[in-house]
């Protein structure tokens, strides 16, 4: 006797999409419960180099640029902080040599960087392409 003879066996199935609904609201809810910040300003070191002093070259134009912005070449102050007026005092800083001379620039930590960017874009209209920055020897 067979008594299951008309019935079927049904499939097991999952229905997703009541998943799927509660999904979304746990989605939409941290959404809005998250909180959101903005930085208006990264905080970054300087790096330092750990390198023996090299002694001075005759071939080295030294620029100081303090933490207000001002720039002196060679300890000669330069009056005016404008690319133009920086590019001059390199050209006359300039020594009569063979080898292109190297500008060097010793900017504080503290310095905008516009004065930096500054420094660059005279000694390049100075014709001097050579240009390094010094560092801080570290302390270890």
Do not use: C, W
Not at 53 to 80: F, Q, Y
């Amino acid at each position: 006797m067979n008594f299951r003879r008309g019935r079927r066996t049904e499939e097991v199935e999952i229905n997703l999409i009541p998943l799927i609904d509660v999904m979304l609201v746990i989605i939409i809810f941290l959404m809005l419960t998250t909180t959101y910040s903005k930085y208006s300003g990264l905080e970054i070191n300087l790096p330092t180099a750990a390198s023996p002093a090299t002694p001075s070259v005759p071939n080295e134009i030294d620029v100081i640029v303090s933490a207000n912005g001002d720039v002196t070449v060679n300890r000669v102050p330069v009056g005016a902080r404008d690319p133009a007026s920086i590019a001059e005092a390199l050209r006359r800083a300039r020594p009569e040599s063979d080898k292109e001379p190297v500008v060097i620039i010793n900017a504080d930590a503290k310095t905008p960087h516009q004065a930096v960017i500054d420094v660059m874009q005279a000694a390049q209209t100075a014709g001097l392409p050579q240009i390094t920055f010094a560092t801080q020897a570290s302390q270890n």
